[in-house]
Antibody, heavy 124, light 113 residues
Framework: QVYLQQSGPRLLKPSQTLSLTCVISGDSLSKNKNAWVWIRQSPLRGLEWVARAYYASQWYFHYGTTVQGRAMFEPDTPRNQFSLQLNFVTPEDSGVYYC??????????????WGQGATVTVST | DFVMTQSPVSLSVSLGEPASISCTSS???????????LDWYVQKPGQSPQLLIY???NRASGVPDRISASGSGTDFTLKISRVEADDVGMYYCMQGLQSPRITFGGGTKVEIK
């Protein structure tokens, strides 16, 4: 059984940096083909993909349009965890952030494991 | 980006009755490999989303066979043949064809009448 354990809620002021961590158990971060994602949910934007990474001889990173240039996906293979750093947050970055796994073997089998979510509030 | 539109926005169903949710994509989700890159998720109250269906019609592990999905190209449907109390929640479709730029539908709220 694969589990993803996320760090707790965050309260930030505008322009600060958000840092979230997701600890993996039951799978390996650098296992080929599986991808790891951050997805957030808010009343404003619904479910929104934020960042994605996968390892295939090297790491590949992708970021959503609303966080491009501000976000960094940080894999930590020795600790089997990954983090999201988001700089210069605004109130529009508020929401519940989920880490998750996209299961890929011979086929893309969907986002089959989700973390429990971490509430992020950005407010003055 | 692909725009995903779900209908209805909410659905009130009696126990034991069927339910159906539609999802329409702004562009075809049919890949050259023959699969439709469309998933369905349910988010039960107070929980994270969970996978129901992947690649258009494949049930995820543990999903009962009273839940099924169909469709191809731009039009997809999720069906629950007999609604149970445990089915209450928000249902989302998601396109994966434009991966990594996945996008979700706005959701359909299913409640018991």
């Amino acid at each position: 059984q694969v589990y993803l354990q996320q760090s707790g809620p965050r309260l930030l002021k505008p322009s600060q940096t958000l840092s979230l961590t997701c600890v993996i158990s039951g799978d390996s971060l650098s296992k080929n083909k599986n991808a790891w994602v951050w997805i957030r949910q808010s009343p404003l934007r619904g479910l929104e993909w934020v960042a994605r990474a996968y390892y295939a001889s090297q790491w590949y990173f992708h970021y959503g349009t609303t966080v491009q240039g501000r976000a960094m996906f940080e894999p930590d293979t020795p600790r089997n965890q990954f983090s999201l750093q988001l700089n210069f947050v605004t109130p529009e970055d508020s929401g519940v952030y989920y880490c998750a796994r996209i299961k890929v073997d011979t086929l893309n089998r969907g986002i089959d494991v989700w973390g429990q979510g971490a509430t992020v509030t950005v407010s003055t | 980006d692909f725009v995903m539109t779900q209908s209805p926005v909410s659905l009130s169903v009696s126990l034991g009755e069927p339910a159906s949710i539609s999802c329409t994509s702004s562009q075809s989700l049919l890949h050259t490999d023959g699969y439709n890159y469309l998933d369905w998720y349910v988010q039960k109250p107070g929980q994270s989303p969970q996978l129901l269906i992947y690649l258009g019609s494949n049930r995820a592990s543990g999903v009962p066979d009273r839940i099924s999905a169909s469709g191809s190209g731009t039009d997809f449907t999720l069906k629950i043949s007999r609604v149970e109390a445990d089915d209450v929640g928000m249902y989302y479709c998601m396109q994966g064809l434009q991966s990594p730029r996945i996008t979700f539908g706005g959701g359909t709220k299913v409640e018991i009448k």
